[in-house]
């Protein structure tokens, strides 16, 4: 039967039950427990077999493979069929159909085709979605539901319209307002009734813009909620609710969507080339941060993709250190998708762990070693988390803001943020990935980054006032401090009301035709693609730290990087530079030194992360990401978990080599210690 799973290590697979005659599921099911798998995902595109004409369920077939999994002591996890309307439905209901930007009615035969607005498509998603609660939510073998798949369409309809009318009313209140706010008199884009407010497509008014991305959010967050309400209900108190976000995607505010779910999960996919743990890494801690506790990798590459440019495969052993360091990063499941390849259907080339054939592939032993290694370690790593001391702050709309306006082709908000992530991930220090306005004093961060905080309002800038008040070190960025929350230009200088606690002020930016030289007290190097001409605040005790070198004439020998130690407060850094990777791992490590962070320098491709359990443990992953051996020096005698061999010394790591390790001495650890805190930990 069924173990309990609560906090346990769970390895898994999506499997469609429903592509195969069941009886083939013995086959699928033994081979499963074979690998070690603990837990299944089932149903999230099965709509048309669930309820194959309006009202009539079918829920047998389900009902047995879950009956059958927990036989082999397998757990279930539901999809809500929602991402997959069947053809009956879209028939009976064509207003179900999304609408793209050139007004014509998304075809049947995908995914995610349907109107998140349409009035039709909310009934009947409550009909499958109630039935499949009622039918599933007591099952003792369904431990957690995940909502539809990947939100992703944006639909242009009437419908949409309508409601993106009522949604502004709601925001707005007066038509007043709205056209003060966004400055209408401009181009006399004046509205005098709401229904002249067009659905953006292209480049429009910034306030327009940026509340039609809101729009689409909250579409999205009363489409979860309809969900969520018809499902609750029906749930045993230890399930849970998640949707399987897409990392990065900037299509809605994550943080908004994830408030009302019990869990956040993402998909994992690299697609063409292999791993590059700097950057992967942010996307596991920005997922962490939107319930601000663990997660799970809802779907991961099982050797390749079918959608990718290239689809090639990962190197064998890769697919394994990148669930370890998923699990490090604080991942409580690995699941891949998908168990068996479709004979039929767009994805007959995805990776799978079981060919057309009904055969494990070769990448089928990797998952049965991960199998067996989390069994290992499930209870030694429950309850354990990541406790970071360095916050990165992430804005949904300050990146829409910048998107439709980038000013510089190159620039991207993204990446503009893994700029300031890679440098502290190469240093091997925990970050949390968190809103803007998260309440930041009296917390455990030492330093917060805010790459890009574009949009910034009294309240938002009130909270990093306060937390600098503390004694934090606060970097701000370029970009910063530029516009209102309706997306118009404050009437200030950037950083606008930060101003003050950076002792400095932007005179002016410039997007930058080729790399301007800058020097500092702590790093040479360039700033590309922009540069921003600081100037010290009179009366403030700020320092330049760093000057552009000559360039365009009026950055010449002008401030680049402002300090402003604040006495007995914190310290704000100012960069108006987007520095070259070199100078930018230089400028962290000062920032990191003079915050008194403990770095580990390791070889390039070696990462360490730590895990601390509730009773005070650290638990400890050395990853090997490259495809050849490494060495690393441990500073202490260890047991390394995934061997069962004591460790000491210089430690060979193999090719995508992993160690998870307890310090070998069997001193008592009571005290809950941070993971960063200054004790020995290994280097490499
Ligand atoms: C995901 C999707 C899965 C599968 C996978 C293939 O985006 O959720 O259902 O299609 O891509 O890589």
Redesign the pocket.
Known sequence: MTEPTAGRLQLGA?WYPEHWPTDRWPEDIHLMKAAGLTVVRMA??AWSRLEPAEGKFDFAWLEQAIAGLAEHGIASVLGTPTAAPPAWLVQDNPASLAMGSDGRRIQFGNRCHYCVNAGEFHTASKRIVQAMARKFGPNPHVIGWQLD??YSRVCYCDTCQAEFHKFLETRYGTLENLNARWTTAYWSQTYSTWDQIPLPVGAHNPGLMLEFKRFVGASYLRYQKLQLDVLRPHLKASDWVTH?F?GWFGGFDHYLLSADLDLASW?W?IGTGHHDHLTTGAIHDLTRGFKRRNFWLM?T?PGN???SPVNNSLNKGEARAMAWHAVAHGAEAVLY??WRSALGGQ?QY?GTLIDQSGQPRPFYDEVRQLGAEFSVVSDLLAGSEVLAEVALLNDYPSRWSIEAQKHHQDFDYVAHLTHYYRPLATRNVAVDILPADTILSGQRYRIVFAPALLILDEARAGNLIEYVKSGGTLVLTIRTGVKDKYNALLPSRPPGPLAGVAGAEVEEYYALERPVPVHGDWFAGVSRQWAERLGVISGSCSLPVATFRASNGWLDDQPAVVVHAIPDQGTVYTLGVYLDEKAQQDIIDHILAAAGLRTIKTPPGIEVRTRLRPDGQEIHFIINHNPGEQSVRLPWPAHDHLSGQDVRGNTLLPPYGVLVLTRGEQEPQTARRAATSREAAPSA
Do not use: L
């Open positions: 999506a999230e595109f798949n990947e399987n897409m998909d996919y779907e590459q993709v079918n959608w998708w998908q994805e995805h």
